[in-house]
């Protein structure tokens, strides 16, 4: 059996990445017990963090790339621990040292090389524009709102109909709003999320720049990843956007009724809390405001919901990760929307969309339920 010798300086390289909390842990294995992982394999994140604390190098260091970052562990902590710092500093560790899965080093290749994490052509950003059935104008700073979309609904046309469908009812609302030039980069959520803190400053910077170049004081945001990273990280790198999800302005635009749903659906929809909308940033009440405006539909909800929505599994680079084909918890989630006799799982977050309708092709359930965001189901009824 080999002996582990522990390297205190280890646990302060941890600290000095942004692992402050990593001497507040008091193993109580509250995270462990939270944690989505736990439903489908041996995974210890408590002994993860045991073993950073203590400077060890770990039996099974590359279980530190499982972690999705849903923030349940740290929403569950009984001293506040920020797990998710903690993670992101020994996996920043374990980068410098090529120990990193084949996956995540594509993604920071192509986010190095082209801006995003599909290695897709920086000028195709927008091309879903083109094919929209409805005008999409271009921003200029008299509008009031800049669209900004996600790299996994941009560069994915499976996903464009999430971007088409927002444009149509941005349209129909009388919003006022452009979309913002292809020459913006990806967020750089995932990039963070790795612990590359180096490439993500390098991303937001140039984002920072162009927006500030654009004069584009308000960021409308198709995902929860990039709302996240303009709203509570770009500040501290001197951004002064405000960022709002698109399910904020659509609850608002309800309120002040400019959003007219005149169809009516026959759906039975039931919602998914995409974990960076809900735990990261509070936002649960308006997507469910949106959904139960449709006329006709009847909405159910989940066992598991709100604060104790269950992961997708798509964030934290989970997206780009090779995951055994019965340890992704993707496949229980869609379980729990089949138990609620919804036919529809609607979700807020292009990372969901993907994350569920692979698990539904997998289960063969294309036939008891199809996953839509939530624009999908709007543009439906207007």
């Known amino acids: 059996m080999s002996v582990l010798t522990p390297m205190p300086e280890i646990a302060d390289v941890i600290v000095e990445y942004g692992g ?15 944690c989505p992982w736990t439903m489908v394999r041996d995974f210890n994140i408590r002994k993860l963090l045991r073993e950073g604390m203590l400077g060890l190098e770990g039996e099974q260091p590359e279980d530190i790339w499982l972690c999705v970052t849903c923030g349940n562990c740290a929403a569950n902590c009984p001293r506040g621990v920020s797990i998710i710092d903690l993670v992101r500093s020994m996996r920043a ?8 899965p084949k996956s995540i080093r594509g ?23 083109l094919d929209a059935k409805t005008e999409v104008p271009a921003y200029d700073k008299e509008a009031d709102w800049m669209l900004y979309t996600c790299c996994a609904a941009s560069f994915d046309p499976a996903n464009h109909g999430i971007l088409s469908s927002l444009a149509e009812i941005l349209n129909s609302a009388g919003v006022s709003y452009g979309l913002a030039p292809a020459d913006v980069v990806c967020c750089g959520d995932s990039v963070r999320e790795a612990g590359d803190s180096a490439l993500y400053q390098s991303l937001a910077a140039k984002n920072i720049e162009r927006f500030d170049s654009l004069e584009a004081t308000r960021v409308l945001t198709t995902s929860p990843h990039c709302h996240n990273a303009f709203a509570n990280d770009y500040p501290e790198f001197g951004s002064s956007s405000e960022s709002s999800h698109y399910t904020q302005l659509f609850a608002d635009l309800l309120r ?9 659906s026959a ?6 809390d995409p974990c960076y909308l809900g735990r990261h940033n509070g936002i649960y009440d308006e997507p469910r405001q949106v ?45 729990e929307a089949l138990e609620t006799g919804a036919d529809t799982l609607a979700t807020a977050c292009p990372y969901c969309k993907v994350m569920f309708r692979d698990s539904i092709a997998r289960m063969n359930a294309q036939d008891r339920i199809e996953v839509l965001d939530i624009a999908e189901l709007v543009k439906e009824v207007l």
């Open 256 to 264: 002040d009724e400019k959003l007219k749903m005149t169809k009516t």
């Open 107 to 129: 993604m920071l290749g192509g986010q190095r090389d082209k801006g995003n994490p599909f290695l897709s052509e920086p000028e195709d950003r927008n091309k879903w524009a």
């Open 291 to 335: 959904i139960s405006a449709i006329p006709g539909v009847k909405f159910v909800e989940m066992k598991r919901i709100r604060e104790n929505s269950v992961c997708c599994g798509g964030g934290g680079g989970g997206m780009f990760m090779e995951i055994d084909k019965d340890q992704r918890f993707a496949d229980l989630r869609v379980a």
């Open 20 to 34: 402050e909390d990593i001497t507040l842990c008091f193993q109580c294995g509250t995270c462990t017990g939270v």
């Open 267 to 272: 759906r039975t929809v039931t919602y998914h």
């Open 93 to 100: 560790i374990m980068a410098e040292t090529g120990s990193m």
